[in-house]
């Protein structure tokens, strides 16, 4: 059982801006028993209307802070992902689209370290 909350603006008709939290009361395995725990989503894009662009399909930031106790605290772990989308018309029909994407590996020290990836794709559009 939980909660979603959900935002969304145009801003000045060439930005997009979205916002979710979603708050859920579940329950785990624990290993030997379940146990009532919270478990918290925060998403946030901003894109560009790319309608007046010629050539650019997507274009988007995004921010994510998934499985979490606290989603606002905005200090990078395990469960924090910032990533970009930007699409090119290659052709009618065919997008090519970059992608790149930062989540968070934890050290032996406890501290997190950035592990940035880079993804090619191709898309058709029928």
């Known amino acids: 059982s939980g909660l979603q909350f959900s935002l969304s603006s145009s801003l000045f008709k060439y930005f997009n801006f979205g916002m979710t939290y979603q708050h859920l009361k579940c329950e785990k395995w624990n290993g030997s028993d379940y146990e009532t725990d919270d478990n918290n989503t925060f998403y946030t894009k901003l894109d560009i209307e790319t309608s007046k662009l010629s050539r650019v399909r997507v274009a988007e930031i995004f921010y994510q802070q998934s499985n979490?106790?606290?989603v606002f605290d905005f200090k990078p772990d395990e469960n924090t992902l910032f990533g970009y989308n930007v699409g090119l018309e290659m052709a009618d029909n065919m997008v090519f689209i970059l992608k790149g994407r930062k989540t968070y590996i934890q050290k032996e020290n406890?501290?997190?370290?950035?592990?940035?990836?880079?993804?090619?794709?191709?898309?058709?559009?029928?």
Do not use: H, L, M, R
């Open 68 to 70: 979490s106790t606290k």
């Open 110 to 126: 406890g501290n997190y370290e950035p592990v940035k990836t880079t993804q090619v794709e191709t898309q058709i559009i029928f």
